[in-house]
């Protein structure tokens, strides 16, 4: 259905706009009255929006708007849904944490917040390339001034520094990939493009010279070695919250980035992309998982073992298309998705637990922060164990279903070299397990330094909870979360 | 819900309780409510037993449901002659290692009995498993606990020792996931254990998923040379965790043998026989050698299950029916005996918190009831006819002995330095003369201890003077297994 001003197929991200402006303002109104009714205000927007986007996507439809320049498929659709709830838990965890540490003048941390989303949001339905760069550029400014958030703060500056340089230098990447297309193909649309190489009139040479900057534009934003440089120092440098809102929605984003340039507009190339995607991985299990075992900081370490995620991920993706045939297209692709969503569901918990124990003045990223906490609280031990025994892959949580799938599209291509690649995999994921290891070892077997309780707000309280549990359902029953998946993949292939 | 089902999961729902409820004050009502709950797993797990069919090779009390659609993964049980006695080994091994906890668990109580009790539902989900997922979930699930039980409630150099076990075996164990993904693929979809059974694998494949699935098993049996995990964890884990740990976690791999390797991949289980037969006397005769050796107590019973355990790989890849009975046997004598023999260590621990036998001697004249339990097991252990550790390893040696006399003879051999190491420690340990203090000072057990190793000798001695109930439900299953591993696979 293409309609030329299709309201509908835009509408999360005006409501996203809209909210943006008027939470920005009502600060201006009453400053003690603005921030509850800010925070407030900022859930039911994103409570709201997920559920729409939930039902609207569970509708199956696919809307091109605005002469393609947006796509709203069911993909699209559930991914929105599924950043939005992340936003929104990452708003639950972090209300106490920014609010001690003075981060909240004047409502920037919901305006930008929600700001960072709409670029999200804007990536995620890009039909065109211009959409998909603007939505990127949105989510990036809006993520550097997040960093900064704290400016009394020298590593959250620094951080913000380096993201901002390393960022821009992406970006350029990404836009002149694009150029380097557009010159080629004469077009930006994506579906555009698709059909200008399938017609096979274009030189090769030209293309690739772009596509290989696009791939580094891509695994900028996946955090995938070799341009991963910016993960650790800004996971640790920047505040949890924003951490953890730089490390759940946009990995939903950078995927959907993935599958819109590399598959619904480069697929005719995918033998070529799938070779970097495939060299990128194995870097990022190895850097991401031998970096891991060396860190003493939560964050760092998380930020590692980030890296080392991405790399399944990426191995998903890149087993898609075997020997020009796309017949397991779907189920690879979709194997990338459960993982990519699994994975920030996962992120959000054990950041949560993170901010959970940092109280006003003092930030408990160290793992030696979590010495003794079984002791201190069972609860928010076992969430965070939960999530630790998922990253690592150990059945019967979530993250072993996720491993599980990619590697089950990995080994159906039945070709020696991508099953030489799951048994690398497994073998990375086992290095991996050490250092997951060693943070259940420092929680569950160390004496705690610290005896003072562990309060949270009960909002807080109830959404960890949740999560944590979700970690463990999800395990048991990802039945519904794979189908779901896999719809979506194969409605997005179809169209 | 079939009874299998619940055999898996009361125990887990019983955990789940302890966790969510269980505070440090009412560690007696954690107690007797762990209890209560292992004892109900294992009533459950009786109805199994009682119904099922002799003279068929058939799984029984099968449960087949859907679980994830889109890789046509189904929550798939079922038993056979095999896996029965397993499932009722487990249960009744909890209820032990409860009682065994009872005074000595001080500490999180309610997440030692819940580990506990989750780990046996799990163990128990690993026997009954018919789906490759099914069994992978279960398989691993189990390091959790025990990482945590050792972890927590362990001995001094207790982190080495959580990591090792873990480590050591998750990665034998992504290997065989590797496989069975393979599996599934070569089945074109399909992650039905009964079904690979007669799927055809060219020579190159069966080697090279024997070899992945080796990986797994061999690491948790243990064989000679992944063994080395075994003794430093069980030297660490607590009393309760090292009965389990020898007790059923160890046949967790040699099942995975009759299960996985030997009806899968018959061409590759026969073309490498040699190798797991001269791993398992290596096992055998070798690793009972360095048992002799040992200062320490738990880590000479740790040499000594490896020791057992090469009897029961190497009965498997002889390829008769006696032998692979024999191994089943085996298996589960070993599973009364070993954990009898750590509770025996364990109740001299919790007194004088030594586990050299030179801080022990004459342990006889202070504690004469406990004596008389000790020498029971430590004779089983050395294979004394009427008692269990004689069935399987007199079967094992004269099916060895049917297949090759020298390889028989040097299987044989393996009976007296099983007697030597364990009455040798048997004599420094119990006999002799007083020469330390702490010995003096012992105390006989109390009604607890008795209790428990009450409960263990019964089973011991019933295994031993009257084995049929055991070896008659496995004989139809055993006997279809050794034709499949008879037949080619090869296409």
Redo the contacts between chains.
């Keep these: 259905m293409i309609d030329r001003f299709s309201w509908m197929a835009i509408y999360p991200e005006l409501v996203l706009l809209v909210m943006a402006c008027v939470i920005a303002l009502l600060d201006l109104l009453d400053k003690r009255l603005g921030r509850p009714v800010a925070y407030i205000l900022s859930v039911l927007t994103l409570l709201v929006l997920a559920v729409l986007s939930g039902l609207y996507a569970s509708s199956g439809q696919t809307v091109y708007g605005f002469d393609g320049l947006v796509v709203s498929d069911p993909m699209a659709n559930w991914l929105k849904c599924f950043a939005a709830l992340a936003l929104l838990v990452t708003f639950v965890y972090g209300r106490s944490y920014v609010a001690d540490r003075g981060m909240l003048r004047g409502g920037e941390w919901f305006v930008l917040g929600l700001l960072s989303l709409l670029g999200v949001f804007v990536m995620i339905s890009a039909g065109n390339f211009i959409v998909l760069y603007l939505g990127l550029e949105c989510l990036t400014l809006a993520s550097y001034a997040l960093v900064a958030l704290r400016r009394d703060h020298t590593t959250s500056v620094e951080a913000a520094m380096k993201y901002f340089v390393l960022g821009a230098m992406a970006s350029g990447f990404l836009l002149y990939g694009l150029s380097m297309l557009y010159g080629a193909t004469g077009t930006l649309d994506i579906a555009g493009v698709f059909k200008a190489i399938a017609s096979g009139q274009i030189k090769h040479q030209v293309l690739v010279f772009g596509l290989v900057f696009v791939v580094a534009g891509v695994a900028f934003k996946f955090g995938a070695a070799p341009f991963h440089m910016w993960i650790p120092d800004v996971y640790h440098g920047a505040p949890t919250a924003v951490t953890l809102m730089l490390g759940a929605a946009p990995k939903l984003a950078a995927f959907s980035m993935a599958i819109r340039l590399l598959v619904e507009g480069l697929l005719p190339l995918a033998i070529d992309w799938q070779q970097m995607l495939g060299l990128m991985a194995i870097a990022s299990l190895l850097i991401g998982n031998l970096a891991a075992i060396a860190q003493t900081n939560l964050k760092r370490m998380l930020a590692y073992s980030t890296i080392a995620q991405m790399g399944f991920v990426l191995l998903g993706l890149m087993a898609g298309v075997v020997n020009g045939n796309a017949l397991s297209a779907a189920n690879a692709y979709s194997s990338a998705m459960f993982y990519i969503v699994t994975y920030v569901l996962t992120t959000l918990a054990s950041f949560g637990v993170i901010m959970l124990l940092s109280r006003e003045g003092f930030e408990s990223d160290d793992i030696a922060d979590f010495a003794g906490l079984?002791?201190r609280s069972?609860l928010y031990a076992?969430i965070m164990a939960v999530c630790l025994?998922s990253l690592a892959g150990?059945?019967?949580l979530v993250g072993?279903?996720a491993k599980?799938?990619v590697?089950?599209a990995l080994?159906?291509t039945?070709l020696p070299a991508y099953?030489g690649l799951?048994?690398f995999a497994?073998?990375m994921?086992?290095i991996g397990?050490?250092y997951y290891?060693r943070v259940?070892?420092v929680m569950?077997?160390d004496e705690p330094t610290s005896t003072s309780s562990i309060s949270a707000p009960l909002d807080m309280r109830a959404v960890l909870s949740l999560n944590g549990a979700l970690v463990l359902v999800l395990g048991i029953?990802?039945?519904a979360l794979?189908?779901l998946c896999?719809q979506a993949i194969v409605q997005m292939l179809a169209t | 819900m079939g009874w299998l089902s619940l055999a898996i999961w009361t125990p887990i729902l019983f955990g789940a309780v302890l966790?969510a409820l269980g505070r440090e004050s009412q560690a007696p009502l954690v107690r007797w409510l762990a209890l209560v709950g292992s004892v109900i797993s294992f009533l459950v797990t009786l109805p199994i037993y009682g119904g099922f069919k002799l003279g068929t090779a058939e799984m029984q009390f099968v449960e087949k449901a859907?679980?994830?659609?889109?890789?046509n993964v189904n929550y798939h049980l079922g038993v056979d002659g095999i896996s029965l006695w397993f499932v009722l080994l487990t249960a009744f091994i909890t209820i032990i290692v409860v009682i065994a906890g009872w005074e000595v668990i001080q500490r999180?109580v309610n997440?030692y009995m819940a580990a506990f009790l989750i780990l046996s539902g799990l163990m128990i989900g690993v026997f009954a498993a018919l789906d490759g997922?099914l069994f992978?979930?279960?398989f691993?699930?189990t390091?959790?606990p025990m990482?945590?039980i050792i972890?927590?409630w362990g001995g001094p150099n207790?982190?080495y020792a959580?990591?090792k076990f873990?480590?050591y075996t998750?990665?034998g164990s992504?290997?065989m996931?590797?496989a069975f993904?393979?599996l599934?693929?070569r089945s074109g979809g399909s992650f039905d254990i009964l079904a690979w059974h007669s799927l055809p694998l060219s020579g190159t494949a069966q080697t090279l998923l024997f070899f992945a699935m080796l990986a797994a098993f061999a690491v948790k049996v243990p064989m000679w040379p992944v063994h080395t995990w075994l003794p430093d964890v069980h030297v660490e884990a607590p009393t309760g965790g090292s009965a389990v740990l020898a007790a059923i976690m160890l046949k967790l791999g040699a099942y995975g043998f009759l299960r996985f390797s030997m009806p899968i991949l018959p061409d590759a289980s026969r073309e490498w026989a040699w190798l797991m037969i001269a791993l398992s006397l290596i096992a055998v005769v070798y690793v009972g050698l360095v048992a002799l050796v040992q200062q320490d107590m738990k880590k000479l019973v740790a040499y000594s299950s490896v020791a057992h355990m090469g009897f029961v790989t190497l009965g498997f890849f002889v390829f008769n029916d006696l032998g692979v009975s024999g191994g089943i046997v085996q298996m589960i004598a070993h599973g009364f005996v070993s954990s009898a023999m750590f509770l025996c260590i364990g109740v001299l621990y919790d007194r004088v918190h030594s586990r050299e036998i030179a801080s022990y001697g004459g342990v006889v004249n202070t504690m004469p009831r406990f004596t008389v339990f000790a020498l029971l097991f430590a004779m089983a252990n050395c294979g004394l006819p009427g008692t269990a550790g004689f069935v399987g390893e007199w079967m094992v040696i004269l099916a060895t002995v049917k297949a090759n006399f020298w390889l028989g003879l040097l299987a044989a051999t393996a009976l007296i330095s099983g007697a030597s190491y364990t009455l040798w420690m048997f004599k420094r340990v119990y006999f002799g003369p007083m020469v330390n203090d702490d010995v003096r000072q012992l105390s006989d057990i109390n009604g607890r201890e008795f209790l428990m190793l009450a409960l263990l000798a019964v089973a011991v001695l019933w295994m031993g003077l009257y084995p049929k109930p055991f070896t008659d439900v496995m004989d139809a299953s055993v006997a279809s297994l050794l034709q499949r591993v008879a037949a080619s696979k090869l296409n």
């Design positions: 079984n002791q069972p076992g025994f150990i059945p019967p072993f279903q599980l799938s590697l089950q080994v159906s039945n099953i799951a048994v497994v073998v994921s086992l397990a050490f290891l259940v070892k569950y077997f029953v990802p039945g794979m189908t896999a | 966790l859907p679980w994830i659609e889109r890789f999180k997440q997922v992978y979930v279960f691993e699930a390091l959790i990482y945590l972890g927590i207790k982190i959580a990591f873990f480590l998750l990665l992504l290997l996931l590797v993904i393979y599934y693929t």
